[in-house]
């Protein structure tokens, strides 16, 4: 079952802007950490971005200085701001929350993502 769903994505030049949002279907859970991922050219999704529970980010090398991944809390959701986009960050866009509850231990949920494409 979808746990959180994105929005945001579209059709853009390149050196254009985007924002991604991510949040919880049914607001069932909070998002303490989470990431942004693409779903790259294998079966192996593509790290782009992460934040932890303490707010610390880190960024693939391919989109630092140019995305930045944020957690609204008072909204429970993630977003990505993605500036200066490239035709190369054309692909299909996903979130992933960490479920915490009580006596289980945490566990990711992705969304069903949202298509990027930059035209050059």
């Known amino acids: 079952q979808v746990q959180v769903a994105e929005s945001g994505g579209g059709l853009v030049q390149a050196g254009g802007s985007l924002r991604l949002s991510c949040a919880v279907v049914g607001n069932d859970f909070s998002i303490n950490s989470g990431g942004w991922y693409r779903q790259g050219p294998g079966n192996q999704r593509e790290w782009v971005a992460s934040?932890?529970?303490?707010?610390?980010?880190a960024y693939a090398d391919s989109v630092k200085g140019r995305f930045t991944i944020s957690r609204d809390t008072a909204k429970n959701t993630l977003s990505l701001q993605m500036n200066n986009l490239k035709p190369e960050d054309t692909d299909v866009y996903f979130c992933?929350?960490?479920?915490?509850?009580?006596?289980?231990?945490?566990?990711?949920?992705w969304g069903q993502g949202t298509q990027v494409t930059v035209s050059s």
């Open positions: 992933k929350a960490v479920r915490i509850r009580l006596g289980r231990p945490p566990y990711d949920v």
């Open positions: 934040i932890t529970s303490g707010g610390a980010t």
